[in-house]
């Protein structure tokens, strides 16, 4: 059974960099796309982006200048890079994995990342 | 950038059916996905490809999409079914969620 598990900062202060990475388990990273998707608190859902294991990217245009999404195979991770973030980017944020432009079928559990001073 | 649009919310009786409606500009020439989130949860599929179950999902959910409008239907809704549901596609290679659903069991 493949397992996503997000781990990074709970806490971000304004105009610095959200860092996080997704771990997977119990299956290859390869072969499949990645994708982060973020929920604002009693909100909806958002994608952000996606890479797939060779390292081909694509992002959601809205956040595309402060987002980079990278993979490391080697050690079966992704990871999501936000900068110069805001109140606005105040989410639970999700990892996510997909076939090429299908259904997310595995989901991490989601962690919750605060941007505040 | 394209938008698919849902009513905020829906009431069911137990026993009845339900239906959420997702609108987008030619959505039935895409597939359409549906996801199910239950409070402090994350989002699980029940639909894919417009009108596929994924295992393990109950025959009660099925989908269905033409011309603009998606549509997932709940026959015989459970309190279990009490959730927010969220549509989902492809656009231009990049995912696109409605703004999701909140199915009131009541």
């Known amino acids: 059974q493949v397992q996503l598990q997000e781990s990074g900062p709970g806490l971000v202060k304004p105009s610095e960099t959200l860092s996080l990475t997704c771990s997977v388990s119990g299956g290859s990273i390869s072969s499949y796309y990645w994708s982060w998707i973020r929920q604002p608190p009693g909100k909806g859902l958002e994608w952000i982006g996606y890479?797939?294991?060779?390292?081909?990217?694509k992002y959601n245009p809205s956040l595309k200048s402060r987002v980079t999404i990278s993979v490391d195979t080697s050690k079966n991770q992704f990871s999501l890079k936000l900068s110069s973030v805001t109140a606005a980017d105040t989410a639970v944020y999700y990892c996510?994995?997909?076939?090429?432009?299908?259904?997310?079928?595995?989901w991490g559990q989601g962690t919750l990342v605060t941007v505040s001073s | 950038s394209y938008e698919l649009t849902q009513p905020p919310s829906v009431s069911v009786s137990p026993g009845q059916t339900a239906s959420i409606t997702c609108s987008g500009g030619k959505l039935g020439e895409k597939y359409a996905y549906w996801y199910q989130q239950k409070p402090g949860q994350s989002p699980v599929l029940v639909i894919y490809r417009d009108s596929k179950r994924p295992s393990g999902i109950p025959e009660r959910f099925s989908g269905s999409n033409s011309g603009n409008t998606a549509t997932l239907t709940i026959s015989g809704t459970q309190a279990m079914d009490e959730a927010d549901y969220y549509c989902?596609?492809?656009?231009?290679?990049?995912?696109?969620f409605g703004g999701g659903t909140k199915l009131t069991v009541l």
């Open positions: 890479i797939y294991y060779s390292g081909s990217t």
């Open positions: 996510a994995r997909h076939t090429e432009l299908t259904y997310f079928d595995y």
């Open positions: 989902q596609a492809w656009d231009s290679n990049t995912a696109v």
